[in-house]
């Protein structure tokens, strides 16, 4: 009997514990990225009093990088999506006879939140990883323990100029992304629906907002946030193994997707609430 239960209570026990496990592990790492976030704000208030040891040229170097090279690719995947919106917009508005709406379907869709949210998936891929590959890459050659014996903080040289240099660059890119697919589906209008540049600007003007405006802005600020902070959390906690940087890397693209997603359903909540 007792062999009986022990069979039938093993794996209750062994999946209370695996639970439990990970409730533990979850929480030991959140406590981990609150405390990383509140050192990156720390650095920021050692830089504002003009005691830190960030140089303005990294940080310059680093809009450069998560910035002006980030456009192109930005463009492209914004005119593409902005082609699609206003292709499948006009299969189905057409049925009404209301296909002049596309151009309001793709300027409130685009600028209120799928152009930060495919910006930020952009950003995520391409810089996230960077600053995982960059910060991870000199973990495993001891770099920063390096800087560390110099008494340089790492936080404050290598993690405070890309979460500045991305938080600058994203509301600047999330708008180049909402004017290129607004002009995409300018595009797919003026080929497909006969419609006048005119009209389609006029109509796309008399449905934009200043709050849909400053929604996106806003998640586009955001966004560079999740994604630095992400990148170089992940980077600063490289094992220092043999693929220690791709699994950091692989880390830093889905946990900057995942907490994108996270903070744009949040904000959807919160506005909606708002009536906003």
């Known amino acids: 009997m007792r062999w009986r239960d022990a069979y ?22 959140v406590r981990d990225i609150t405390r990383f976030v509140f050192q990156i704000f720390h650095a920021i208030e050692i830089m504002i009093c003009r005691r830190g040891v960030m140089r303005r040229i990294d940080l310059w170097v680093e809009i450069d990088n998560a910035g002006l090279r980030a456009i192109p690719i930005v463009c ?26 596309v151009a309001a379907l793709v300027a409130i869709s685009m600028i209120r939140i799928l152009g930060a949210v495919m910006t930020g998936i952009i950003m995520a891929g391409r810089t996230g990883a960077s600053y995982a590959a960059e ?11 390096a800087l560390k014996t110099m008494g340089v903080s790492p936080i404050q040289f290598l993690v405070l100029p890309r979460v500045l240099a991305l938080t600058i660059a994203m509301p600047i890119l999330t708008i180049i992304a909402d004017i290129v697919a607004i002009f995409g589906g300018m595009c797919v209008a003026i080929a497909i629906m006969n419609v006048s540049i005119a009209e389609y600007w006029r109509t796309t003007v008399d449905w934009l907002s200043f709050n849909n405006f400053a929604i ?37 693209v889905v946990s900057g997707i995942v907490g994108c997603i996270i903070v744009t359903a949040i904000l959807t909540v919160i506005f909606n609430w708002l009536d906003i």
């Open 8 to 29: 039938f209570h093993k794996p209750n026990q062994d999946l209370l514990e695996r639970v439990g496990n990970g409730a533990i592990s979850v929480a030991g790492r």
């Open 76 to 101: 492209l995947i914004s005119f593409m999506i902005g082609l699609i919106i206003a292709f499948v917009g006009h299969m189905q508005l057409e049925i009404f006879g209301a296909e002049i709406y």
């Open 135 to 145: 910060i991870g890459t000199m973990r495993v050659n001891e770099e920063i323990d």
């Open 216 to 252: 996106g802005v806003l998640h586009g600020w955001l966004f560079g946030w999740v994604i630095a902070i992400a990148g170089c959390w992940c980077g600063m906690n490289t094992v220092q193994t043999a693929d220690g940087v791709g699994r950091a890397t692989t880390r830093a």
